[in-house]
């Protein structure tokens, strides 16, 4: 009863004084009303990213060709895609009105509106839209939101009411783009900047260099536009693949300084940061390839043409390095209004510094202990030229080895511990990690997916990232300033396969960089993103969220199917025949008593959708029987031990949660069978890709027991010749056994000769087989 007093008292209020209630009501309406009932999608505006408060109100504002657009307190602020937008819907766009516009869309800046930077207040009603905010980055993202509010009913062009506070949960918001795989139009940059602005995503990190090419003029050192900026030809298909084939055909380019600057002033004028990134000490083999002085061997070097680390790296103990270097960021840094310029600092081998006499040099005078401390000292050195620059250095988490120079923004990709242990150090952060934010990352299972670099990353598990680490207290979460996710180019040969990767889950992308966190709840995010399809239309966009998954469940006694897709039904087979309508519909796990082959398709208003889902679920005597590890897989193969005897072999992409892996180290498992059984044969899956740094074991040895007190050696194998997955399955002489126990010896450090020589091997291992 007292709330609906106070409800009432505000709501009178905020006729008398609609800018100072404004701000209690939605404070009112965060504490009566929990996060979910807010967020619910049929309630909701529709907005991505998810608001902070919204509360819907009566009727709506018809816009017409009379209505006028009033913009008071920013002179410069783009309406660009609102008029686009407006004039493909209703063929009009809105005349500008030099004073508030009764019954128009006002926009003002007012800085007495207690907003963060880049917040706004967004008031539709049936006599007009006003939009709030404290700066000009507020009045753009206000403007990006009532876009998404606009509705075209028959000739009708209106806004429903709403009042909407909101703000962003990080400062930092940002996608990474890879230019130097692969080139991209400047027309492909703009497309895509417009959509990040739309999304109220504001950084753009533009990684302009690698080994594989050059991407930035540089006047001062022309050769890196005519040597550095090609390479001779570019892999075809996978790295993994062995013998590495190539197209024989030269690959380059690279964006002048006036492109550059238009790109720039783009992205600025949408609210984007734009960071360059030119990669040091490692990744330079493009440099090499033009100016040979600036490696540790004097070459010859060329413009790599496949994808990886390579051990060329510029030359820490020579000073004509750190002259070059200068040199390109005198050029580098009036191009680019940011206080930040990326240096790289990652996957920088340290063999050709360990027998370089000027980097051992470099060392002793020093007072190095290290190569580790020399990459630090590098950094720390082109930190201090920067900073005299006027400018601050973002560097990978590899930059915290040998010790974090002064003032760096670390970003955190190899997982969360280089974020959580630079904010400790009272460092700033950008969350990127490679398992939640490489969007280069398969986004479905299905073997007609276009190649991508490996891994599984579907848009749920974008979504359900959270940047914040738990583990940091208070004071230290204050450093961990935003969240990025990044586009890496190696299969990405064209703008076309650059986007399916990108969207959508550069949009869950922003929703988590943006919206609270309590705000958030995948089911709504998904019906707000299909009600979005049409901001998305122009784009080559994925619509893998919807594919069916499937998991082995029940300990291996059933298989669960399911999807994201609204009202739509699952058919399935299990005779190997393509489902149709006249196929069993699902309605809960399928029992699965014997091998068999899952077929399932996805069926909306009688039609199929999307592409056809097929699993082998393989039984044996194994299947669902507990598994115990001597030693727990590591990184993104962890997985739990039962995976190993769910009857769900690891694919060929390594990417489908099957496969256990373990960086140098050995591999024992013990499976008991549950009671003493006859066995003719054993064996198990490994991976043998060795671009991939994954060897199969130098022995694979299996024993059998009654008792686990006394193990018979039933069978052993040295040679893995297939490139891929080796099945070892073996057939052995009848014996009695209870037990079955599986060791596979890692070969530990990669010898000469191979591709990341000197570092752990993966050893890779799946589906345990006994019959």
């Not at 007072?367 to 601050?392: P, T, W």
């Not at 979460?477 to 586009?487: D, F, H, P, R, S």
């Not at 052995?732 to 752990?760: E, H, L, M, Q, W």
């Amino acid at each position: 009863m007292v709330k609906g007093f106070m409800m009432m008292y505000l709501l009178n209020q905020f006729l008398l004084d609609r800018i100072k209630c404004v701000a209690l009501l939605f404070a009112l309406v965060v504490q009566f009303f929990p996060a979910e009932v807010l967020a619910q999608g049929h309630r909701g505006s529709g907005i991505i990213p998810k608001p902070a408060v919204e509360i819907k109100q009566t009727g709506s504002f018809i816009i017409q060709k009379t209505t006028r657009l009033h913009i008071s307190g920013s002179a410069k602020l783009s309406t660009s895609f609102f008029d686009q937008y407006l004039q493909d819907l209703s063929g009009f766009t809105l005349s500008r009105s030099h004073k508030p516009a009764a019954k128009g869309i006002n926009l003002m800046v007012d800085a007495r509106l207690k907003l963060k930077s880049e917040g706004y207040l967004l008031d539709v009603s049936r006599k007009g839209i006003t939009i709030k905010a404290i700066d000009e980055k507020g009045l753009f993202y206000g403007l990006q939101s009532l876009v998404q509010l606009i509705r075209k009913n028959g000739k009708v062009t209106s806004v429903p009411a709403y009042r909407i506070q909101d703000e962003p949960r990080f400062a930092y918001r940002g996608m990474h783009l890879d230019v130097a795989r692969h080139l991209f139009s400047v027309q492909s940059i703009k497309k895509w900047l417009d959509m990040l602005a739309f999304y109220k995503i504001n950084t753009f990190h533009w990684h302009l260099t690698d080994d594989q090419g050059w991407r930035i003029e540089i006047k001062q050192y022309p050769l890196l536009q005519s040597f550095s900026a090609y390479r001779k030809e570019t892999l075809i298909g996978h790295k993994r693949t062995n013998p590495h084939r190539f197209d024989g055909k030269r690959y380059g380019g690279y964006y002048t300084q006036e492109e550059i600057k238009d790109i720039v002033a783009y992205a600025s004028a949408r609210q984007i940061t734009t960071i360059p990134e030119i990669e040091m000490p490692g990744h330079a083999q493009a440099v090499l390839a033009a100016y040979p002085n600036l490696g540790c061997t004097g070459g010859p070097y060329q413009t790599a043409t496949y994808w990886g680390v390579f051990d060329d790296v510029f030359c820490a103990g020579n000073e004509e390095t750190f002259h070059f270097l200068e040199g390109v960021l005198d050029e580098v840094i009036p191009l680019f209004p940011s206080a930040y310029i990326h240096i790289g600092g990652d996957e920088c081998p340290k063999n050709r510094w360990h027998n370089c006499p000027k980097c051992q040099k470099r060392i002793k005078v020093e007072k190095l202990n290290d190569e580790h401390e020399l990459q630090a000292y590098f950094i720390a050195r082109m930190e201090r030229y920067l900073n005299a620059k006027g400018k601050k250095i973002i560097g990978w988490d590899e930059i915290l080895e040998g010790g974090l120079a002064p003032d760096a923004t670390v970003m955190s990709w190899r997982g969360l511990e280089g974020g959580i242990a630079a904010a400790k150090l009272k460092h700033d952060v950008i969350m990127t990690p490679e398992k939640f934010l490489y969007l280069d990352y398969y986004q479905s299972l299905y073997k007609t997916e276009q190649t991508a670099a490996g891994g599984y990353l579907p848009l749920k598990k974008v979504y359900d990232y959270e940047p914040m680490p738990a583990e940091l207290n208070a004071e230290e979460q204050q450093y961990i300033k935003g969240v990025q996710a990044n586009v890496w180019s190696e299969y990405l040969s064209d703008a076309s396969k650059a986007e399916y990767m990108i969207f959508p889950r550069v949009i869950a992308l922003a929703e988590i960089a943006w919206s609270r966190q309590e705000n958030k709840l995948y089911p709504d995010f998904l019906a707000r993103l299909m009600a979005n399809e049409r901001f998305l239309k122009h784009l080559n966009y994925s619509t893998a969220f919807y594919d069916i998954t499937g998991e082995s469940v029940n300990d291996a006694k059933a298989f669960a199917l399911s999807t994201d897709l609204p009202n739509a039904e699952i058919r399935y087979t299990l005779n190997d025949k393509k489902p149709g309508l006249s196929s069993t519909k699902y309605s809960g796990p399928i029992r699965i008593m014997q091998s068999a082959r899952i077929k399932a398709q996805l069926f909306k208003a009688g039609k199929p959708v999307g592409k056809m889902f097929e699993q082998a679920m393989v039984k044996n005597m194994a299947t669902g029987k507990k598994v115990t590890l001597a030693h727990s897989g590591q990184g993104n193969y962890n997985i739990d031990a039962q995976r190993l005897t769910n009857g769900i072999q690891g694919s060929y992409l390594y990417n489908n949660g099957e496969w256990l892996g373990l960086s140098g180290g050995d591999f024992e498992a013990l499976v008991d069978l549950g009671e003493e059984k006859t066995i003719r044969e054993v064996g198990i899956n490994t991976l043998n890709y060795q671009w991939q740094k994954m060897h199969p074991p130098k022995l694979l040895l299996i024993e059998v027991s009654t008792d686990q007190q006394v193990y018979k050696e039933v069978s052993r194998q040295t040679v893995f010749s297939v490139e891929g997955i080796n099945a070892a399955l073996h057939k052995i002489t009848p014996i009695k056994a209870r037990y079955i126990r599986i060791k596979a010896s890692n070969i530990g450090v990669i010898p000469d000769g191979f591709y990341g020589a000197g570092t752990k091997a993966w050893l890779m291992l799946d589906e345990i087989i006994v019959n």
